[in-house]
């Protein structure tokens, strides 16, 4: 079993619309959680972290955090074309060395 | 500017030639990671280390080396490097729980 799996996609919505991520993980102990953005042949980077249960916003983007059922999702409201990209959910463990990193979720806005 | 700095941004070179990738951080981080990404299979990791001479394997560090002799730098050696190498290379850094910072990445070819 993976540490973090997400949904490869590809997701399209049409501009405007909420765009909905999600990533699941196996490990209970997880204590910090990552999304990012990675537009092609670019380097990741951060949009949110979170770190306890429930909702965090910040501008168009809300994170979401359940460790009961062990997922974390990431909302995008009035989705862009220029959000179009490869999101990346990452998880770290309590008293663990490493970050895990999902496989990404390809996203794409239809103008 | 809080930055990692990776060079080169490209690499081509022939198998069997002995190679390096630099990386440098200005943030004074302790931790630093080097990850290659492939398509289809995510960011994958391949060395890193929690503090000055203190490196440890990741998930694929079959061909590589590194060393951490400074804090800033953490360079990713290549002494044989062979076709199934050629990635895009990212170093990241980061301090406890905080979001790893990550390079511009390095797109390695060998032919």
Known sequence: ?111 | EAQVTQNPRYLITVTGKKLTVTCSQNMNHEYMSWYRQDPGLGLRQIYYSMNVEVTDKGDVPEGYKVSRKEKRNFPLILESPSPNQTSLYFCASSRGDSPLHFGNGTRLTVT
């Open chain 1, 1 to 111: 079993q993976k540490e973090v799996e997400q949904n490869s996609g590809p997701l399209s919505v049409p501009e405007g619309a909420i765009a909905s991520l999600n990533c699941t993980y196996s490990d209970r102990g997880s204590q910090s959680f990552f999304w990012y953005r990675q537009y092609s042949g670019k380097s990741p980077e951060l949009i949110m972290s979170i770190y306890s249960n429930g909702d965090k916003e910040d501008g168009r983007f809300t994170a979401q955090l359940n460790k009961a059922s062990q997922y974390v999702s990431l909302l995008i409201r009035d989705s862009q074309p220029s959000d179009s990209a490869t999101y990346l959910c990452a998880v770290k463990s309590s008293g663990a060395n490493n970050l895990f990193f999902g496989t990404g979720t390809r996203l794409t806005v239809i103008p």
